[in-house]
Structure formats: structure tokens, C-alpha cells
């Protein structure tokens, strides 16, 4: 049974910076592409960062693009997200997810299998 569990949400003012973790449980991350996915209410759930399994890629999505970092640690089996100069538009629900054994990581949602339960990110003016 895999289970992926997010962490480190919050409130914070526009700014700020925060770091997400995802700890997953019955997988060896490091075999695996894990991305994190956002939603905002009433906007339809977008991609934010994803790593390959052993960092073989790295992508972020535009709006995030030099300010978010996502990063491994393999010793913990936790992938990370590093927001910085967080703003306002940044506020949603932010999800981990967890894609097939050896893959790069996608965009897409449809490409990961396991899901976590999103942490709550939100950013004050």
C-alpha cells in the first residue's frame, strides 16, 4: 500500500517562503517521479514541480519558475518543495503525487497514481 503525506503548509504573508514535504510510505522514492500539483478554489488542479526518479529531470511550471525548488532526500524517502517570494496567486491546496517505477516526471496528472491529501498554503498581502 503506498501512501504519500504532505506537510508544512501554512499562512504566511507575500514574501515568505515555506517548505512542503512529502513523506511517502511503501515506496523507495528514489525509483519514482513525484510532482507537486496546486489548486485554488474554483480553478482546476495545476502542475507546479516535478523531479524524475534519481533527479533524471526537473520541471517547473512558469509561474513558479525560480522561485520554488524541488528537491530529495533519499535517506527520509521525502521529496520537498522550497517556495520562496510566495504571493498571493501561490494560495491553494498543494498536493504530492507519486508516478510509475523509472519514470521521468510529467505535467501531467493523469501520469502519477498516488496521491496524497494536499496541505493548505496560504499567502496574505
Known amino acids: 500500500q503506498v501512501q504519500a503525506v504532505e506537510s508544512g503548509g501554512g499562512l504566511v504573508q507575500a514574501g515568505g517562503s515555506l517548505r512542503l514535504s512529502c513523506v511517502a510510505s511503501g515506496r523507495t522514492l528514489s525509483r519514482y517521479p513525484v510532482a507537486w500539483f496546486r489548486q485554488a478554489p474554483g480553478k482546476e488542479r495545476e502542475f507546479v514541480a516535478a523531479v524524475g526518479w534519481r533527479d533524471s529531470s526537473i520541471s517547473y511550471s512558469d509561474s513558479v519558475q525560480g522561485r520554488f525548488t524541488i528537491s530529495r532526500d533519499n535517506a527520509k524517502n521525502t521529496v520537498y518543495l522550497q517556495m520562496n517570494s510566495l504571493k498571493v496567486e501561490d494560495t491553494a491546496v498543494y498536493f504530492c503525487?507519486?508516478?510509475?517505477?523509472?519514470?521521468?516526471?510529467?505535467?501531467?496528472?493523469?501520469?502519477?497514481?498516488?496521491w496524497g491529501q494536499g496541505t493548505q498554503v496560504t499567502v496574505s498581502s
Open positions: 503525487a507519486i508516478g510509475g517505477a523509472y519514470a521521468m516526471g510529467s505535467r501531467f496528472p493523469s501520469e502519477y497514481g498516488y
